[in-house]
């Protein structure tokens, strides 16, 4: 897992890398497609002209403006959402409600972003900020609806528009379209921000390894059911995601089963055949039985031996069989060679 994470992020350096050289050798004359962000100065002014025609002009609202455009640190967008904020009730609510985390989230569209009546950059501008606030909640259904309302041309940084629409079709497993956004966003936006570039790339690399029936797929679709619930949505829509999971949980059993089986069947075939025993006879004696002196002496003698081992036990024949099954046994004891001895043959006559 710790190389995966190496690897991604090298993959990550280097194709931002490639990303910054191509953008140094593009030629002096920009194309249509260029998004460039609105400088600082030209924001402040387009804010404040936008303060004064809603009519907030009076000292203290002013001197807001002013302390919000001095904090540097922050970015452009955070400060129009703070002068939207001071010049107007809906959109101060709207921001409040989405920054706070006990606040329930919005199931549609706020009607301030559907009117047309209102001024273009306060819209837009206002669009962009309240939909990464709720990237941040991980709302993103009601996000990129909102961002659907305007353009990245028509914000004063496109960058942000298009990597925070990008982070909502990524969390929404939409493949294909946050590859098409991130595409822009690397190869429009000259001045895009490094961090903007570094995330984009890694969802890309992300979903270059996604498979639509794995193991891989049927998480990321468990990750976005447990997404739903926590936002306290419990719909006909999760319920939809859920029956999606079962379903493809059910072919991966039914497809590992299966492979088990066509293994089962390729291990039994190259298995050699054991070919079975011959069943005892009357000649042969079935294993395990107990054999007499004079069988186990006829049966070491061999065809080698001479014809009188094999002859008919008679009873002398049976009881010199026995002496001398006797002696070999005494001899193996002390491990010594058993061979009769003229003692033993003379003793049993």
């Given at each position: 897992m710790k190389s995966l994470r190496w690897f991604l992020a090298l993959a990550a350096v280097a194709l931002v890398g490639g990303v910054a050289q191509a953008q140094n050798t593009k030629p002096a004359a920009a194309s249509f497609s260029v998004l460039s962000a609105?400088?600082?100065?030209?924001?402040?002014?387009?804010?404040?002209?936008?303060?004064?025609?809603?009519?907030?002009?009076?000292?203290?609202?002013?001197?807001?403006?002013?302390?919000?455009?001095?904090?540097?640190?922050?970015?452009?967008?955070?400060?129009?959402a703070e002068t939207f904020a001071l010049g107007n009730a809906d959109a101060a609510k709207l921001i409040a409600d989405a920054r706070n985390l006990a606040a329930p989230a919005p199931t549609a569209v706020p009607d301030l972003f559907k009117n047309e009546k209102l001024s273009p950059f306060f819209r837009s501008n206002l669009a962009v900020a309240y939909a990464n606030l709720l990237t941040h909640r991980r709302v993103f259904e009601e996000a990129l609806d909102v961002l659907k309302t305007t353009k990245a041309s028509q914000v004063a940084d496109?960058?942000?528009?298009?990597?925070?629409?990008?982070?909502?079709?990524?969390?929404?497993?939409?493949?294909?379209?946050?590859?098409?956004?991130?595409?822009?966003?690397?190869?429009d936006v000259p001045d895009v921000q490094e961090r903007y570039k570094t995330v984009g790339v890694l969802m890309l690399l992300d979903m270059e390894m996604w498979k639509s029936k794995d193991?891989?797929?049927?998480?990321?679709?468990?990750?976005?059911?447990?997404?739903?619930?926590?936002?306290?949505?419990?719909?006909?829509?999760?319920?939809?995601v859920q029956k999606e999971i079962i379903y493809r949980l059910d072919e991966l059993i039914k497809e590992m089963?299966?492979?088990?089986?066509?293994?089962?069947?390729?291990?039994?075939?190259?298995?050699?055949?054991?070919?079975?025993?011959?069943?005892?006879?009357?000649?042969?004696?079935?294993?395990?039985?107990?054999?007499?002196?004079?069988?186990?002496?006829?049966?070491?003698?061999?065809?080698t031996r001479p014809a009188r081992c094999r002859r008919a036990s008679s009873p002398r024949t049976v009881a010199r069989a026995r002496l001398i099954w006797s002696s070999c046994a005494r001899r193996w004891s002390s491990g010594a060679t058993c061979r009769p001895t003229n003692a033993s043959r003379s003793s049993s006559s």
């Open positions: 609105m400088e600082t100065d030209k924001a402040q002014a387009e804010a404040k002209a936008w303060l004064t025609q809603a009519g907030k002009t009076d000292a203290a609202t002013l001197q807001k403006f002013e302390a919000i455009w001095k904090q540097t640190n922050r970015t452009v967008l955070d400060r129009l496109p960058g942000a528009y298009l990597f925070c629409k990008a982070i909502c079709e990524h969390g929404l497993l939409q493949k294909e379209e946050a590859k098409g956004t991130i595409d822009r966003l690397l190869a193991l891989g797929a049927v998480a990321r679709l468990m990750e976005n059911s447990e997404r739903m619930l926590k936002l306290a949505r419990a719909g006909d829509k999760t319920k939809g089963e299966k492979q088990a089986k066509d293994k089962d069947a390729m291990t039994a075939t190259a298995r050699p055949t054991r070919t079975a025993a011959p069943a005892p006879t009357a000649a042969s004696p079935a294993a395990g039985a107990v054999k007499s002196p004079a069988t186990s002496l006829a049966t070491r003698a061999g065809p």
